[in-house]
């Protein structure tokens, strides 16, 4: 299976392709991410022609592009990057080392930690991100929560459908969700999981490890079905 980033994110839609390498697995990105915002955001941030609410709470090491929207009591520590016309709804929880695109959600009661959104992706109410890459145009439902951290804080292992088990050397590894997929409300996504583009997990699904490009889970769960 082709773990390289450009198999599972388009890299024209983010402003930041130089996180990740062509011939390296895709989540390695993850482990630079706070050191390219320390090297990128300048002192003191920047917020010019951004809009926030005099209730919201914006750290000193974060920039926000034209046009980005902040809610009241949104709170975004840093550091951070948003990017152009993004919206950060009230009660979002913004921690640090996150980078978000053009044009995404970032939404109310949701949390973010050391994560990568590109453009147009949409988290938009009580949702987990940790420790993840979520692709152009993905989307999470209601409730849906990336699980970053095994119960016995071992490294994250991904085993990919031939059955090789990669250690990616990340103790700390959320999912990385290709462009366009989507995910049901109240879904559990656990650690390490790479869902390919063009996925579709139904609502209130566990899911676990590697779902192939273009391929549907199912929950046959009695209460969900007609």
């Known amino acids: 299976m082709d773990l390289r980033p450009e198999a599972w994110l388009d890299l024209t839609h983010t402003a930041h392709p130089a996180l990740f390498l062509y011939d390296e697995p895709v989540w390695q990105a993850i482990a ?10 300048p002192s003191g941030g920047c917020r010019t022609e951004a809009l ?30 948003i990017g152009r016309g993004s919206l950060v709804r009230s009660g979002a929880y913004i921690r640090e080392n996150v980078i978000a695109g053009e044009g995404v959600t970032l939404g109310h009661s949701s949390e973010f930690k050391n994560c990568v959104l590109f453009d147009h992706c ?23 929560i990336l699980s970053n951290v095994r119960l016995d804080r071992a490294n994250i292992r991904v085993r990919t459908p031939d059955g090789t ?25 656990s650690p390490g999981s790479l869902l390919g583009r063009n996925t579709l997990v139904h609502p209130c699904t566990h899911w676990r490890g590697v779902l192939d490009h273009g391929r549907t889970v199912k929950n046959n769960h009695p209460s969900l079905l007609d």
């Open 52 to 81: 926030i609410d005099p209730l919201a709470s914006v750290g000193p090491e974060v920039i926000l592009e034209e046009g980005v929207i902040v809610e009241a009591f949104a709170v975004i520590k840093g550091p951070a990057w």
């Open 165 to 189: 088990k990669h250690d990616t050397g990340l103790r700390k590894f959320g999912a990385i969700i290709g462009d366009h997929s989507e995910i049901g409300c109240n879904s559990v996504i």
């Open 122 to 144: 949409e988290v938009p109410h009580f949702n987990y991100v940790g420790d993840s890459l979520l692709g152009h145009k993905a989307h999470l439902g209601a409730g849906v």
């Open 32 to 41: 630079r991410i706070a050191g390219y915002l320390a090297e990128q955001i």
